[in-house]
């Protein structure tokens, strides 16, 4: 298990369509292999997820690669965070989200304060998005392209074994408890300073 630094503060089909609405661009675009496409995802994760404390556990998943029209495909991955943040923390969370992305550069393209979720664009050609989902279960996933279309074998190698449940499914069920996050108690308003 691995733990998210996260300041108190997938969705694969948006992270597909905001990939596939730059698709003029890859034909430029020099491919990656899938290791240097795996090095970006993870350190595109990291720096999504850099602003946020104190620190959520989580799980990576194996990369996963999607064909697009054009002779390309997009490799993405998702993060699982498996502490548990209460509901009187979702607007704290998707806040603090909200204003780092918008400050490394990122482009929101959509917000779902009701979900809540939220969709960016990265510098570069990647996309990222932030859901959670209905059992209070986060998930980041981020995408990069162009890769070369792989069939035959798992572009990334051997996928490693993942957290599973009984019925087989991932296990991204979070269940660990933090005493911020998981509290009920909602994230207090800052007092404005007077000035002297």
């Given at each position: 298990?691995?733990?998210?630094?996260?300041?108190?503060?997938?969705?694969?089909?948006?992270?597909?369509?905001?990939?596939?609405?730059?698709?003029?661009?890859?034909?430029?675009?020099?491919?990656?292999?899938?290791?240097?496409?795996?090095?970006?995802?993870?350190?595109?994760?990291?720096?999504?997820?850099?602003?946020?404390?104190?620190?959520?556990?989580?799980?990576?998943?194996?990369?996963?690669?999607?064909?697009?029209?054009?002779?390309?495909?997009?490799?993405?991955?998702?993060?699982?965070?498996?502490?548990?943040?209460?509901?009187?923390?979702?607007?704290?969370?998707?806040?603090?989200?909200?204003r780092s992305w918008k400050a490394k550069g990122y482009h929101i393209a959509k917000v779902n304060p009701n979900q809540p979720a939220m969709?960016?664009?990265?510098?570069?050609?990647?996309?990222?998005?932030?859901?959670?989902?209905?059992?209070?279960?986060?998930?980041?996933?981020?995408?990069?392209?162009?890769?070369?279309?792989?069939?035959?074998?798992?572009?990334?190698?051997?996928?490693?074994?993942?957290?599973?449940?009984?019925?087989?499914?991932?296990?991204?069920?979070?269940?660990?408890?933090?005493?911020?996050?998981?509290?009920?108690?909602?994230?207090?308003?800052?007092?404005?300073?007077?000035?002297?």
């Amino acid at each position: 298990m691995l733990v998210l630094t996260l300041g108190a503060s997938s969705c694969s089909s948006s992270s597909s369509s905001s990939s596939s609405s730059a698709g003029g661009s890859h034909q430029q675009k020099a491919l990656m292999t899938p290791d240097q496409a795996v090095q970006k995802l993870q350190a595109l994760l990291d720096d999504a997820t850099s602003d946020i404390k104190p620190p959520l556990r989580y799980w990576d998943a194996w990369p996963d690669s999607t064909e697009q029209d054009g002779g390309y495909a997009t490799a993405s991955q998702a993060r699982y965070i498996m502490t548990k943040v209460s509901k009187a923390k979702f607007g704290a969370l998707l806040g603090l989200l909200e204003r780092s992305w918008k400050a490394k550069g990122y482009h929101i393209a959509k917000v779902n304060p009701n979900q809540p979720a939220m969709f960016a664009d990265i510098p570069g050609g990647a996309s990222i998005g932030f859901t959670i989902g209905a059992a209070d279960n986060i998930t980041f996933e981020v995408s990069v392209s162009p890769i070369p279309v792989i069939t035959g074998h798992d572009p990334f190698g051997t996928p490693t074994p993942e957290p599973t449940m009984s019925n087989g499914n991932p296990d991204i069920i979070p269940k660990y408890d933090d005493p911020f996050w998981s509290s009920d108690q909602p994230t207090p308003t800052p007092t404005p300073t007077p000035s002297p």
